[in-house]
Structure formats: C-alpha cells, structure tokens
C-alpha cells in the first residue's frame, strides 16, 4: 500500500513559477512508475508528466519546456516544478503511481494507475 500526499499548489500569476510536491509512504518507492496528473473543470484528467527507472521521463506537448519531473528517492518524493505558468495550467494537479520500473504507453492512461494523490489545486490567473 502506497499514500501519497500532494503540496505545493496556489494562486499564482501569468509567468510565475510553482514547486509541487508529492510524499509517498513505502518503502518500494524506486521501482514505482510516478506520474503527475491534472484536471480541469469539465475536463478529462490528462496526463502532465511521467518518471519511470528514475531517468525516463515524459512530458506532454503543453508543458514541455516549461514542466519539469524530477524524484528524490531517499526522500520517497516526487516533484513537479511549473515555470511560466499560463491561465491554461489552472487546474487540480494529481500525482500517482504505478507498481512497474519500464515505460509502457498505457502509462498515459490514468486508469492504469494504483494509487493517487488527494490533489493540490493550482490557479494562474491572467
């Protein structure tokens, strides 16, 4: 059984920068697949960002170059830290995790994943 708990989020401007966070519980973290997750209102959840083998990553076209996925097994936490932020990135950032250390492409779905976060709401405004 993995917990995991998001911080981080906030009201924020257009260009601002924010930090998330996700402590999860376990001692199994490293071989977990981790993964940030967000949904607007009236939205899908949508995958943001993944970190699988600890230096496979993936971005979604409307964060990359912006988002960065990083993890600190010691610390058994994930991180997600948002620069130039847009009105667009407004909405609830979750992260999850997934039991498996090797990229597959059904890690974009969410349904795929075993455990998740409360969520940390994050709001850009204009």
């Known amino acids: 059984q993995v917990q995991l708990v998001e911080s981080g989020g906030g009201l924020v401007q257009a260009g601002d920068s924010l930090r998330l966070s996700c402590a999860a519980s376990?001692?199994?973290?490293?071989?977990?697949?981790m993964a940030w997750f967000r949904q607007a209102p009236g939205k899908e959840r949508e995958v943001v960002a993944i970190?699988?083998?600890?230096?496979?990553?993936y971005y979604a076209d409307s964060v990359k170059g912006r988002f960065a996925i990083s993890r600190d097994n010691a610390k058994n936490t994930l991180y997600l830290q948002m620069n130039s932020l847009k009105p667009e990135d407004t909405a609830v950032y979750y992260c999850?995790?997934?039991?498996?250390?090797?990229?597959?492409?059904?890690?974009?779905?969410?349904?795929?994943?075993?455990?998740w976060g409360q969520g940390t709401q994050v709001t850009v405004s204009s």
């Open positions: 999850a995790a997934k039991q498996q250390s090797v990229f597959s492409a059904r890690l974009f779905w969410a349904r795929v994943y075993d455990y």
């Open positions: 376990g001692r199994t973290f490293a071989t977990y697949v």
């Open positions: 970190n699988w083998s600890g230096a496979g990553i």
